[in-house]
């Protein structure tokens, strides 16, 4: 299984700021995702982050709002831009192989308050 | 659309009890499921999959379930709670879009444990 680190694991920030979360593998994977879950609610998936190439983002997403990059295969950053109290969730950061059945492995989440 | 519903966002129990915590999906092809569960403040863990073979799946921390094909069902069940089983769980199905895999999820059931 893969070993998945997150940063910041917390922050506080004020509206209309911009907050980069950054997430990082132990070994070289296919798929990075990156999930949303506001208070008390299951995952919804920003977007899926690409090697080499812009993310795909999920209906209701934009680049604007979540730019993403992932300049290589254990690396990624999601930007949470101009925020807005909305936006205070759990930011999780996943990764997988691609293959049927394949498992997700999860990191520990950043937990955003705006203020 | 694939969708996955787990009935109940909430099931308590008492300590030593059973546990049983409910999923069914949509899926028009033979699926892939899984559950994962989320302590308070964390990531979250796969406890169990099933892709293909044995319809009846062993998991971590004692827990199991039963891939139900004419139910469309995957529930999660436990002879005997504990104290530490008290967390979120969710429950997640495999769909392949474009050329990967992506989950579709549950909303979520938290499960209480009673002393």
């Known amino acids: 299984s893969a070993v998945i680190s997150q940063k910041p694991s917390r922050d506080i920030c004020q509206r209309g700021t911009s907050l980069t979360i950054q997430c990082q593998v132990d070994s070289q994977v296919t798929m990075m995702f990156w999930y949303r879950q506001q208070p008390g609610q299951s995952l919804t998936l920003i977007a899926t982050a690409n090697q080499g190439s812009e993310a795909t983002y999920e209906s209701g997403f934009v680049i604007d709002k979540f730019p993403i990059s992932r300049p290589n295969l254990t690396f990624s950053t999601l930007t949470v831009s101009n925020m807005s109290p909305e936006d205070s969730s759990i930011y999780l950061c996943?990764?997988?192989?691609?293959?049927?059945?394949?498992?997700?492995?999860f990191g520990p989440g950043t937990r955003l308050t705006v203020l | 659309a694939q969708s996955v519903t787990q009935l109940g966002s909430h099931v308590s129990v008492s300590e030593g009890a059973l546990v049983l915590l409910r999923c069914n999906y949509s899926s028009s092809v033979p699926p892939y499921l899984f559950w994962y569960v989320q302590y308070p403040n964390q990531g979250l863990q796969l406890l169990l999959k099933?892709?293909?073979?044995a319809t009846l799946v062993k998991g971590i921390n004692g827990f199991e379930a039963e891939f139900k094909k004419s139910e469309t069902s995957f529930h999660l069940t436990k002879p005997s709670a504990h104290m530490s089983d008290a967390a979120e769980y969710f429950c997640?199905?495999?769909?392949?879009?474009?050329?990967?895999?992506?989950?579709?999820w549950g909303a979520g059931t938290k499960l209480i444990i009673k002393p």
């Open positions: 997640a199905v495999s769909v392949r879009m474009d050329s990967n895999y992506q989950l579709i």
């Open positions: 099933y892709t293909t073979g």
């Open positions: 996943s990764v997988a192989s691609g293959r049927a059945g394949d498992t997700q492995y």
